[in-house]
C-alpha cells in the first residue's frame, strides 16, 4: 500500500502546472572521485552537505577508443552515458570514434568500460553514483589537482587529482513526461509547460523483451541505461535479466553494432520531424533527460528528491488504462506485442511548484 501510495502521488504530482514564469533549476549537484584508491567518492548536495557514496577500489591507467558508437555525439569533457552499471565520459573524438573515461561498481556487467579504463567504485550497482545520485548525460567533467587547479577532461587523471561531475538538478524539467505511440508513424509527444508537443515520430515500434545486459541491477518499469543514442528499460525485477531500449534513427542506420534493431523486436527506433536535426545526443530524449534514479536503500535530500528523481516508465495495453509494464525476463520477441502506448516521466528534484 505505501508503495501504491508514493507511485500516486509521483504521477499525481508530475501532472501539475507550474506557476507562471517558473523555470528549470540551475542548482546542482558535485560528484567527487579522487584519484586514488580507498578515498571516499562523495556528493555535494545544492545545500552544500556532503553524503559518501562509498571507497575508490582501483583507478584507470588508460583511456578506452574506440568506444561504443554512440559517445561521439556528447561534447568532449561531459557524460555520454548514466546507468545503473556504469558512467561514461567522453574525453574526445578521433577518426569518428569517441575515447571514454569510466566508472563502474565494483560488481558489474559493463562491456563498454575496457579493463585498465575505468574507477572501480566500491558501491552497489543500481544504487548512489548508479542509482539516486547519477549525472544526468551532458554533465560537465573536470579534473581538479591537490592545488586546486581545474582543468576539463582532457586524458587519464593524474594520481592526487579528483574527477569532479557538475550535474544539474532540476526543481521542475522542461518536460514533464513523454508519450510514444507504439506503432508505425506514432506520434512521441513531450508534455511541457506549454502543453503537449510532437517531437519525433516512431519509425520502428517495440514488441518484445530482451537479455540487456545491466538490467539485472534495475527494477521494474525504471531506466536502466540513458546516452545520446539509447534509452534502455527494465521489465524484469531486480535480479533478472530483461529490458527494452529506444534509440534515434541515426544510430539504428548508422552503428554496426545495432544492425539487429531492423531484425528484432526488442528496439524501438524514432525519427525526428521533417527539417529537424538527428536526435541523436539531443534533449529530451537522448541528453540531460533521464538517470537510473533511487533503489534498495538510495536516499537523497527528502522525500521529494528520492521519489522524484525516479524515472518511470507506464504503458497502455490495446488503448486502454495506464499500467505498469509487464513482467518479463529474458528474450520473449512478442511480450509487448499489445502495447499501444508508452509514457516516460522525467525527473526532478524539489516538491513541484516551489521554484
Not at 552497489?124 to 586546486?148: I, N, R
Not at 503537449?196 to 541491477?217: C, L, M, N
Request: positive net charge; charged residues 15%; glycine residues 12%.
Amino acid at each position: 500500500m505505501r508503495k501504491k501510495f508514493f507511485l500516486t502521488l509521483l504521477c499525481a504530482l508530475l501532472s501539475l502546472s507550474c506557476p507562471a514564469g517558473a523555470t528549470a533549476d540551475q542548482r546542482m549537484l558535485e560528484l567527487r572521485i579522487p584519484c586514488r584508491a580507498g578515498e571516499n567518492v562523495s556528493a555535494i548536495l545544492p545545500d552544500g552537505g556532503t553524503v559518501i557514496l562509498g571507497k575508490v577500489l582501483m583507478t584507470p591507467v588508460k583511456t578506452n577508443w574506440p568506444a561504443y558508437t554512440a559517445s561521439k555525439w556528447c561534447a568532449p569533457a561531459t557524460v555520454c552515458a548514466s546507468a545503473v552499471n556504469a558512467v561514461h565520459m567522453l574525453v574526445n573524438v578521433e577518426n569518428g570514434r569517441g575515447r571514454i573515461l569510466s566508472l563502474v561498481p565494483s560488481v558489474t556487467v559493463a562491456p563498454a568500460a575496457a579493463a585498465g579504463a575505468f574507477f572501480s567504485l566500491a558501491m552497489p550497482a543500481g544504487t548512489g553514483l548508479f542509482g539516486g545520485f547519477a549525472p544526468l548525460v551532458g554533465s560537465s567533467v573536470s579534473l581538479q589537482g591537490e592545488d586546486g587547479h581545474v582543468r576539463p577532461l582532457d586524458g587519464v587523471p593524474r594520481e592526487g587529482e579528483t574527477l569532479v561531475i557538475r550535474s544539474g538538478l532540476p526543481g521542475r524539467p522542461e518536460v514533464w513526461m513523454a508519450d510514444i505511440e507504439n506503432r508505425p508513424g506514432g506520434r512521441v509527444i513531450a508534455w511541457g509547460q506549454e502543453g503537449p508537443k510532437v517531437i519525433a515520430r516512431v519509425v520502428r515500434p517495440i514488441g518484445g523483451v530482451g537479455r540487456f545486459g545491466g538490467t539485472q541491477f534495475q527494477r521494474r518499469g525504471r531506466i536502466r541505461a540513458s546516452h545520446a543514442g539509447v534509452i534502455d528499460v527494465a521489465t524484469a525485477p531486480r535480479g533478472e535479466v530483461g529490458g527494452i531500449q529506444i534509440m534515434p534513427l541515426v544510430h539504428a542506420l548508422t552503428s554496426s553494432e545495432m544492425a539487429n534493431a531492423w531484425k528484432l523486436t526488442q528496439w524501438m527506433v524514432l525519427a525526428p520531424l521533417p527539417g529537424d536535426p538527428p536526435l541523436a545526443g539531443k534533449p529530451p530524449l537522448f541528453k540531460s533527460s533521464f538517470v537510473p534514479g533511487t533503489q534498495l536503500d538510495d536516499r537523497l535530500e527528502d522525500m521529494w528528491s528520492t521519489y522524484g528523481r525516479r524515472p518511470l516508465v507506464l504503458c497502455r495495453i490495446a488503448g486502454g488504462p495506464w499500467i505498469h509494464l509487464p513482467s518479463v525476463s529474458g528474450r520473449v520477441d512478442d511480450a509487448l506485442s499489445g502495447v499501444t502506448h508508452l509514457r516516460f516521466y522525467y525527473p526532478f528534484w524539489d516538491r513541484p511548484g516551489t521554484r
